[in-house]
């Protein structure tokens, strides 16, 4: 494969393609050229990969391009139907950024920061849901099965 100044063997995968051939491929390639990389994401939405063509789409935006791939793996991941993000879930309980800050002991601003990330923890998660009046329930799903399971973390009673 070519893409712009980088070579990469005809036989490469598109895992071992790093983020600049990624961007070089999302940008200039067609439906043929994903089809790699589609087929790659499917099999495993949460694999590297995947989060890796979330920070190209998020580094450098394509017109079109960026929010289909977005809206797709977020789909695969089940992130799309009913799910709602942090500051959704607060205008929902009808809080302020000001409000689950001085519930968290936490400045408005570390609240947006918060409500920004894609990377929090568990038990940041559990603060968060606590001071808007929510539970965080956490699930894992196998590809196996079709209905998410509970997950008991240490700590946490099975109520």
Known sequence: M???HLDYALEAQITDLGPAALDDLLEHGDLEDWRP??????RDPWHPLADTVLRVCE?????????????????????GVGAIT???????AGLTQTQVGERLGISQADVSKLERRADVRLSTLRGYAVAIGARLDVTLRSPEEETPVPVVLSGQSRK
């Open 2 to 4: 070519r893409f712009r």
């Open 37 to 42: 990389l589609l087929r790659a994401i499917a």
């Open 59 to 79: 580094a450098h935006p394509m017109y079109g391009t960026s929010t289909l791939w977005r809206g797709w793996i977020q789909q695969r991941r089940g992130e």
């Open 86 to 92: 942090l500051a959704e879930a607060r205008r929902r």
